[in-house]
């Protein structure tokens, strides 16, 4: 079986007009499809991120290794993603 952990998405800030409407505190589980209400853009900017927390990867450049930060690709509109790994494991045969 392998190791497969749950991730959810928190926006932790927003700047300007976010075409999709996210707005700071919405949260959104995270897996091999979209999340229902995120936009498709984010989805494909968190997706790596959140692919490797789920695998139990972790990046260096984090002090708490079960969580990242990444902002959808809208520069002018960016709106701040937390991903946090939760550490109850999903068993997947």
């Known amino acids: 079986m392998t190791e ?5 998405a ?3 800030s ?3 007009t976010c075409a999709a409407g996210h707005k700071v505190g919405d949260e959104y589980a995270i897996g091999d ?3 229902a ?3 498709s ?4 900017t968190l997706f790596p991120f959140a692919s490797a927390l789920q695998a139990g990867g972790s990046f260096p450049w984090e002090k708490d290794a079960d969580k990242t930060t990444v902002a959808c690709p809208d ?5 701040v993603f937390e991903l946090r790994r939760i550490r109850k494991k999903v068993e997947d045969a």
Request: with cysteine; proline share 4%.
């Open 14 to 16: 927003q700047k300007g």
């Open 10 to 12: 928190r926006i932790v």
């Open 33 to 35: 499809t979209t999340s």
């Open 75 to 79: 520069h002018e509109n960016p709106v």
């Open 4 to 8: 497969w952990y749950q991730v959810t």
């Open 37 to 39: 209400g995120m936009c």
């Open 41 to 44: 853009w984010a989805f494909y």
